[in-house]
């Protein structure tokens, strides 16, 4: 069966770094994913891997390692804000989306 | 810029009642649509999904059912909820015959179903 794992709560404080992992086991790979979605609301779009290595986008950043169905979301100079679940998903052979159960992210003062 | 539309967002219904959850997309032609549910402490489980007009492909056997009437509106429905149904509905857009690439999902804001 296809799998995704991520941890299912993660404590940081405000101003520190996180880093959110994810391993998969699907049928294919076509792309990892990543999805912000604060409490109550819709999940929102933060990153895309295909290659293996490090993608920066601001304070987010995304890693893939293909060879060991690994990547993980870093969040650097952590704020209020980024408390939220982070939900992982891998794109399958067959384009399909498998998603995780999501990471819920507590920030703290 | 496309924006997509979801009610109602919230609803309780009796169990045995029928059930409507509408969507539809602006700003884009021929958009992929996908009903999904979320329940708490697991995955996204994708119910339908639709690459055009009256094309649904179920991807879960339940007592659900979706509908593609127009091009940008995606129907959930139900005949008789379970409390099993009771959950986190969203819809989701992405852009047509794009596999390749981010191809990203953009979602509703969601519908929050409560079956007593």
Redesign the interface.
């Known amino acids: 069966g296809q799998n995704?794992d991520q941890p299912?709560e993660m404590t940081a404080t405000e101003g520190a770094i996180v880093q959110i992992n994810c391993t998969y086991q699907t049928s294919g790979f076509?792309?990892l994913?990543w999805?912000q979605q604060h409490a109550?609301?819709?999940?929102?779009?933060l990153s895309?891997n295909v290659l293996d290595g490090l993608e920066e986008k601001g304070r987010f950043s995304s890693f893939l390692s293909r060879s060991k169905g690994y990547g993980y979301l870093l969040l650097k100079e952590l704020q209020m804000k980024d408390s939220a679940s982070y939900?992982c998903?891998v794109r399958d052979s067959n384009?399909?989306?498998?998603?995780?159960?999501?990471t819920k992210l507590i920030i703290k003062p | 810029s496309q924006t997509i539309h979801q009610w109602p967002a919230t609803l309780v219904q009796p169990v045995g009642s029928p059930l409507s959850l509408e969507c539809t997309v602006e700003g884009t032609s021929n958009p992929n649509l996908y009903w999904y549910r979320q329940a708490a402490g697991r995955g996204l489980q994708l119910l339908f999904y639709s690459v055009g007009i009256g094309q649904i492909s179920s991807e879960v056997p339940q007592n659900l059912s979706a509908s593609r009437p127009q091009d940008r509106q995606f129907i959930l429905s139900s005949k008789k909820l379970l409390l099993s149904d009771s959950g986190f509905y969203l819809c989701a857009w992405s852009a047509q015959g794009s596999n390749s690439g981010a191809n990203v999902l953009t979602f509703g804001a969601g519908s929050r179903l409560t079956v007593l």
């Open positions: 995704i299912t076509n792309g994913f999805y109550g609301e819709a999940p929102t779009f895309y939900l998903a384009y399909q989306l498998i998603w995780g159960a999501g």
